[in-house]
């Protein structure tokens, strides 16, 4: 038995305050939004380790802030999808736009479809696994976590990237500053592998992935550049 | 911030609801414009030039002129026969109190400091038909609430234009574009943009041709939708600064500032729906 919100009736306050009013042990475990209709900030901040379920298009920052929830976006959805998540698990269906998982520390983002420009923007730890393909300056300044691509990058991939790994298995148009590709050794095909499967990519080898990630060069101040200031 | 929004239909069926759509539409996106708005509709050729005026006394000044007028609140579309055009452009220059706030054989133009809804209303929007339209609610950043400084904005005969976002180049290309022959309104920097396409189009440049050279020249941040005559096209900048969404079906293309934009269109559910890329020119022609 599931529960039910209309957003053709009830607004997004009412279906996030019925969300974040739930106990941790609740056994109200499935929610169904109905009518979404682009709206921004469905599901955003729900801890309780419930999955909800949307039927069709979501707007911005849908299930920013997840503490825990799985939240399914069974269409598209707009700018900053699962935006600072801390963990649990967001999946989008169809393609995501720009900054999708901007700044997320944890849990694990999921687009079937492909992810526009700024995809992990500034990540710190969270996973994001992408079926398709990623617009340019994806994983900028991230931090740590990674991002799967099954498809391709966009330009400057990793652009100003502190640390991250980076797994892209089709063309990169360009790498960032300081963004280089490394060696893919077993140790990361074998998480790599548990990635892709915990995304629901079983069928996909993690060997025909390339790895990407920090040169560690702008680290520290370099004197050489100092007639750049 | 601004929310754009076009139309452009290929199913003839349908024309008679364009500005019911367009209004939905502009209502939707007040939440990212609520200071002005403004839109263009294609309507039917009737074998004149629609000049659309705005200013005081338009029923008096039409009826000077024995003119056709079709009054709309603050503005007045006049239906000037090919013959008279000279005469009537020489009597509107002469009327401190009437700007002209465009003109075409299909094109009219309406804009009005409001709320999107309200602006639609006093227009009566929702009751315009046409092949194809555009409209913008804007939260101004860069120049005053005015009239004069909402959207669309147009140069040249049955172009016209709406703009998300700002230029940082518009006053070194107004100063080039004005040595070409046009004249400018406004310090906007969409004027300076519509100014640019109309002349891209008058050198010979299709509507596709002179996007693609704005990429070179147009610098700054911008999400286009431009009208013409038989054309509608939508252009981002290459970082892709300002949103966009676009829904296509057999009857109908649609853009809107965000999705929400387009939830009530007839058939959205089965539409192809998708995220325009970066600096590549999306375009529609209709025979003429």
């Not at chain 2, 003119?67 to 503005?75: C, F, I, V």
């Amino acid at each position: 038995m599931s529960d039910q919100i209309d957003l053709a009736v009830a607004t997004t306050r009412d279906l996030n305050g019925a969300l974040h009013g739930l106990p941790p042990d609740t056994n109200r475990t499935l929610w169904r939004v109905l009518n979404p209709r682009g709206q921004h900030a469905l599901a955003v901040g729900v801890d309780a380790p419930i999955r909800v379920e949307i039927a069709g298009h979501a707007g911005y920052y849908c299930a920013g802030m997840n503490g825990g929830a799985t939240v399914v976006v069974e269409g598209n959805a707009g700018n900053g999808v699962a935006e600072n998540m801390m963990a649990g698990r967001v999946e989008v269906r169809g393609d995501a736009s720009a900054a999708a998982g901007a700044t997320a520390h944890g849990g694990l983002l999921v687009i079937h479809g492909n992810a526009s420009a700024r995809c992990g923007i500034s990540m710190k730890g969270v996973d994001i696994v992408v079926g398709g393909s990623v617009g340019h300056m994806s994983a900028f300044m991230a931090q740590a976590g990674t991002l799967t691509v099954l498809g391709d990058a966009g330009d400057s991939l990793g652009d100003s990237i502190y640390e991250a790994q980076l797994f892209v298995r089709g063309s990169v148009a360009s790498l960032g500053a300081d963004c280089v590709e490394k060696e893919m050794r077993d140790t990361h095909r074998t998480a790599l592998a548990a990635r892709l499967q915990a995304a629901g990519f079983d069928g996909v080898d993690a060997g025909s992935f390339r790895r990407y990630g920090s040169a560690r060069r702008l680290y520290h101040f370099h004197v050489d550049n100092a007639g750049n200031y | 911030m601004c929310g754009i929004v076009g139309l452009f239909l290929k199913h003839p069926g349908l024309e008679h609801e364009l500005g019911g759509h367009l209004a939905a539409m502009l209502a939707t996106m007040r939440d990212r414009g609520p200071d002005s708005a403004g839109f263009a509709v294609f309507g039917r050729d009737d074998g004149t030039v629609k000049i659309t005026v705005r200013g005081p006394g338009l029923s008096a000044l039409a009826a000077r002129l024995e003119l056709d007028a079709d009054l709309r609140d603050t503005h007045a579309v006049l239906h000037v026969p090919a013959s008279r055009m000279e005469e009537v452009r020489t009597a509107l220059a002469s009327d401190p109190a009437v700007t002209i706030v465009g003109e075409g054989q299909r094109m009219e133009l309406y804009k009005e400091v409001g709320l999107p809804a309200d602006v639609a209303a006093r227009f009566g929007l929702s009751a315009m038909a046409g092949t194809h339209g555009i409209g913008h609610t804007r939260m101004a950043t860069e120049s005053a609430v005015t009239t004069n400084g909402a959207h669309p904005y147009t140069t040249g005969p049955d172009q016209c234009l709406v703009h998300n976002g700002s230029l940082s180049n518009h006053n070194a290309l107004r100063r080039r574009l004005v040595r070409e022959g046009y004249a400018f309104e406004t310090e906007n920097d969409t004027e300076v943009a519509a100014a640019y396409l109309s002349w891209r189009m008058r050198e010979g440049d299709t509507l596709e041709g002179a996007l693609h050279a704005g990429l070179k020249d147009l610098d700054g941040f911008y999400t286009f939708v431009v009208g013409t005559r038989t054309g509608f096209a939508v252009l981002r900048d290459p970082v892709c600064c300002k949103p966009a969404v676009m829904a296509e079906t057999a009857q109908w293309v649609a853009f809107g500032s965000e999705y929400r934009a387009l939830v009530n269109l007839p058939g959205i559910a089965d539409a192809r729906v998708w995220e325009p890329e970066p600096a590549r020119v999306y375009a529609w022609e209709r025979a003429a």
